[in-house]
């Protein structure tokens, strides 16, 4: 089964909404990652968020992490078109020895 | 900085055929990995690299996927013979350490097997 799970699948909003993605996991985890996927690129890593945080910035991005619910949210501010994209988190599991397990990511469309 | 470089970007091949894609992670990083991506999926790992040892091959097809680190440094992956299934984009990642690190990623090698 899925380690990271995304939610929603698809997203559209307006230049300048906020856009908000969740990520859902089922084991315990040492950190909890949110990388980027343009079309056709590769993977640019986000942030990265340690199970004793609850809550990152970086920019217009905020990661909230709830280790009770297992779950996770990535928030982007004030969007703008270049942030049209699939989002992934990753988790990195103290049963999985040192691979990082991806979910099936979020595709993040906004129209200028 | 340079990045994770992978070649070739594209690759066409007909089923039954083998095909190779060759990776140089960023200098200095202990560890490589291979990751294989489905259209509309996240990546999944195919195999780890820590210096030139395998650290994880557990998802890698052994019966037809093949990947190597001569000297720790660059690494190539092979298929062979490739199925319709293996159509995907195949992503190489390189971090300093391995231990649940950030990965920097390559643009990645899409394959089509027809």
């Known amino acids: 089964s899925q380690q990271g799970e995304e939610d929603p699948q698809a997203l559209s909003i307006q230049e300048g909404e906020n856009a908000t993605m969740n990520c859902s996991y089922k084991?315990?985890?040492?950190?909890l990652q949110w990388y980027r996927q343009n079309s056709g690129r590769g993977l640019v890593h986000l942030i990265l968020i340690r199970s004793n945080e609850r809550e990152k910035h970086s920019g217009r991005l905020r990661v909230t992490l709830d280790t009770s619910k297992k779950s996770s949210s990535l928030l982007i501010t004030a969007s703008r078109a270049a942030d049209t994209a699939s989002y992934f988190c990753?988790?990195?599991?103290?049963?999985?020895?040192?691979?990082?397990?991806f979910g099936e990511g979020t595709q993040l469309t906004v129209n200028p | 900085e340079a990045g994770v470089a992978q070649s070739p970007r594209y690759k066409i091949i007909e089923k039954r055929q083998s095909v190779a894609f060759w990776c140089n992670p960023i200098?200095?990083?202990?560890?490589l990995y291979w990751y294989q991506q489905i259209l509309g999926q996240g990546p999944k790992l195919l195999i780890q690299f820590q210096n030139n040892g395998v650290v994880d091959d557990s998802q890698l097809p052994k019966d037809r996927f093949s990947a190597e680190r001569l000297k720790g440094v660059d690494s190539t992956l092979k298929i062979q013979p490739a199925k319709l299934e293996d159509s995907a984009v195949y992503l190489c990642a390189s971090s300093s350490s391995g231990i649940g690190d950030i990965q920097y990623f390559g643009a990645g090698t899409r394959l089509s097997v027809l």
């Open positions: 200098s200095g990083h202990a560890t």
């Open positions: 990753a988790t990195h599991s103290r049963t999985s020895g040192s691979r990082l397990t």
């Open positions: 084991t315990s985890i040492n950190n």
